[in-house]
């Protein structure tokens, strides 16, 4: 294994911890009064700040570009960051982290079901059998017996996996020039100002204190707790864009599954929360089947880039 592959990984799995870590932290603030509103704008706002600076470098000379891409970069800010944050930490003050992410992490669903609706290219046979083994997991986790599931906790993790399946997409555009930093930072910075708008108008209600917060069982500022989510999350992306440089987005994708058992562990540290068996049971199937979605993609472009292959070979035959 090379050099660059090892570091790939290493950076992946750095961001995928990063970005586990921010639900169990903006939880502990819950509980001393902090609003999910509160912690999203000031969590976004921060990150803007933080990736200014590189912003501005990766933009040199290439400002066209945004010109070009801004409905692009107007949607990526909208609805990947603002929506994926602001649903998915609403979703964790009414549902365990573990299974607001376990809930967040069936956006592979979704865009294999857009993807096929829009191409008209009917995905590969196990690609179906990973959607199957993720809905069962689904269920497992809603553990419908259990009377105590928040309702609205569901329906905001469900509506941060239909953001997180639109953040996918626009990442994935080959056809969008600007440098991924820049278009992370252009997004924060986006997604900031709608969140101000939200907050304002009391959508999400601001809500803040200056108490101590429980810091797995140690009192700490609330400085400590918001500057980590601020770092954590600039850090994230920075981490990710980098790992996904040396080993590609579908290696990444299944390297960044690892979040979940992050989350939970993270969780367990700072909150002694812990899900239920049979929803953990869920979750592994939610893993398994995305797993599986993921193996039914890379097979399909697999056999499209055949088909491509085929076909010029014909095209120059008959030349």
């Known amino acids: 294994m090379s050099r660059a592959v090892v570091m790939g990984f290493a950076l992946t799995l750095v961001s995928a911890f990063f970005f586990a ?3 169990p932290i903006a939880k502990t603030m819950y509980a001393v009064g902090w609003t999910p509103g509160s912690v999203v704008l000031i969590r976004l706002t921060g990150s803007a700040l933080l990736l200014l600076i590189p912003t501005l470098i990766a933009l040199r ?3 066209s570009e945004v010109r070009t891409h801004w409905k692009t970069v107007v949607t990526y800010g909208l609805v990947s960051m603002a929506g994926v944050q602001g649903f998915y930490f609403i979703a964790v003050e009414h549902l365990t982290v573990a299974v607001a992410l376990l809930l967040e992490m069936t956006a592979p669903m979704l ?7 829009r191409t008209r290219t009917r995905p590969a046979t196990v690609t179906f059998i990973g959607v199957l083994v993720s809905m069962f997991g689904l269920i497992l986790v809603l553990n419908l017996r259990d009377a105590s599931i928040s309702i609205l906790g569901v329906v905001m993790a469900l509506a941060a996996a239909v953001c997180l399946a639109s953040y996918f997409l626009v990442s994935a555009k080959d056809t969008i020039n600007v440098p991924p930093v820049a278009l992370t930072g252009l997004g924060m910075g986006v997604g900031a100002l709608v969140m101000g708008v939200i907050v304002l108008t009391g959508i999400m209600p ?4 200056t108490d ?3 810091f797995g069982g140690v009192q700490a500022s609330w400085i400590l707790p918001m500057a980590l989510i601020v770092l954590f999350t600039a850090g994230a992306y920075i981490t990710g864009i980098l790992g996904l440089r040396y080993i590609g987005a579908t290696v990444g994708s299944f390297v960044n599954l690892i979040e979940v058992p992050f989350s939970v562990i993270v969780a367990w540290l700072l909150l002694s929360e812990m899900p239920a068996p049979i929803q953990l049971a869920g979750g592994v199937f939610i893993l398994g089947g995305v797993g599986f979605i993921k193996w039914g993609e890379a097979r399909l472009a697999r056999r499209v880039a055949t088909r491509e292959v085929v076909a010029r ?3 120059f035959a008959e030349v």
């Open 21 to 23: 870590v921010s639900g």
């Open 61 to 63: 000379g290439r400002w």
């Open 111 to 117: 865009i294999v079901f857009w993807i096929w609706g």
């Open 206 to 209: 601001w809500g803040a204190t």
């Open 212 to 214: 101590d917060v429980d």
């Open 313 to 315: 070979s014909e095209a």
